[in-house]
């Protein structure tokens, strides 16, 4: 498959999100990753759309005339097989009964054959409909000439006028209704006028002038108004159809225009060539480039074996970019992020293995080479992570925020871009870049009076510039588990300050609101992502366990309780279609 293809059939509604690559990313399987069809490329003309807008209306309209017609004959033939059972015991010359009779047997034939032609919907035609109608039609009139031409008989014509009138063809429908209309209009009026007999058992002759009058005129209006509803609806369903294509239309080319945009987001991460491939750092032999980022670049690096039968060591450099060379804080930052991470020894953290300056006086970071995806990327291919996966997630960074804790760090950014899925002998999540970290015993950082971190997910007293602990980053954790468990962020707008305001002042759409989730699940989420870092959990490993405990329906009841009070001070908002 193709990578335009693979790209193209990923499902998705979430916008891509910019990253920093500290990791190679895993290839995708081809043999995994067949078996979806390609969605449609943007290509196609607009004429062509509506073409095939128009095809699919027609194809569903006529479906459902097809289906109609077959209830509509089969009840008509029922109904006529009634009418000519009870004309043996009716008053009447007996002459006329036996023609009502064969009336009876002429509709019924008529609407066996119909039946008949209507198991191949190919012979369902215009012509047959106009023929159908007109029999239908003239022997209707003539039976009601038997029945009384101003009784209750006469209402089921207007059925007939009705179901006719919601045919395809235009010219079937009005062709039926004047043949109808047509026809009852002459036999009313040769009744009242004398020219006909009155053969009903309701007769009007004694009725005066303006009575008669009225019930010839009366009838006519009801076949017009019933004609006139058929067509309506008619159209008022192909406009409904209509409606909803163009509809689906536009969606269609929104995922198409998508599909493209992740087409170039993943070559905007597809590891290349850099301005420093081929370049020795350190003993250390640079590849291909695995990504950019606000900082730096992050290049593959191999050291050359020590034997013959010896495999080269790889791992990942980060390099600072040559433009903030000149800004001694952030040089200084970028330093500081080294000495942080090496801190920290966890199997869920990437591994700082060293730092120094390589070509052009630049700043680097010697990590390890991490092989898989950042869970920004799994939510594009799949919006949102099953419960169990969740936890994972959740079990894995609570460990890592654990080992940074100890090492007396908080590190402020937790987002879906630095948490990365390594897939390998053992499975695990592992939390990248402290680009934005601080040591929690500082009372001031090179960031000191700025916005630090990721609005959509860093804890309310981050967003009102305070000083934080470790339950920022446990408000953070939580945030990424809400985001990964519903498809959706906690909190959006459209600008960073209405994000913020939302963070600080108001709580996100309860997760079952989105995606179904035990309610135990939605408790432990909203003690995470409480506003007063009193409120939370105070450990990463406390979060981690009740939510743990939580998808087993084992939540500790005083948990159920807490999480209760909280959301009675503080309930989940209605959920924004918007978001």
Known sequence: MSEKAEAERRETKSAPEDRETLFEPARPNPITSSGTQPA????????SLDASATVATTVVMRSEEVERARAFYRLTAIMCVAGAAFMPVVPGPRPLRALAIGLCFVAVTANIYALR????????????????????????ELALFYFGLFTAAVMVLPLGVYFFGLAESRMAARVTFWTGASLSGVLSLGVVLGVLPDLGPMPIGG???????????MV???????????TSSRRATETAIARVERANRQIWQKEALLAEARIELDRALRPGEGRYTGQTVDGWQLGEL?????????????????????AGELAAIKLMHPIILSDPAQVKRFEREAELAQKVVSPYVARVRGSGVGPGGLPYVTMELLFGHDLAWHLRQKQRLGLSAVVELVQHGAEALVAIRDAGIVHRDLKPQNFMLVEGKVRAWKLLDFGVSRLESSGHTLT???????????????????????????YSLAAVAYRALTGKPAFVGDDVATVLYHVVHTAPAAPSAVVRVPEDVELVLAIGLAKSPTDRFQKAEDFASSLRAAEKGELDEPIRVRARKLLQATPWSQPSTGS
């Open 448 to 474: 000191q009076g700025a916005l630090v971190g990721t609005p959509a997910y860093m804890a309310p007293e981050q967003a009102k510039l305070q000083n934080v602990d470790h339950r920022a980053d446990v």
């Open 40 to 47: 449609p490329g943007p290509a196609r003309s607009n004429r």
């Open 290 to 310: 695995l990504g950019r980022g606000g900082m730096g670049e992050v290049y593959r690096a191999e050291r050359e074996p020590r034997g013959e039968h010896e």
């Open 220 to 230: 006519q209006v009801v076949f017009a108004t019933t004609y006139f509803l058929a």
């Open 207 to 217: 009725l005066a002038v303006a009575w008669k009058w009225f019930f010839v005129i």
């Open 117 to 140: 032609v209507l198991r191949d919907e190919q012979r369902y035609t215009a012509r047959f409909v106009t023929v159908m109608g007109v029999i239908l039609g003239v022997v209707g």
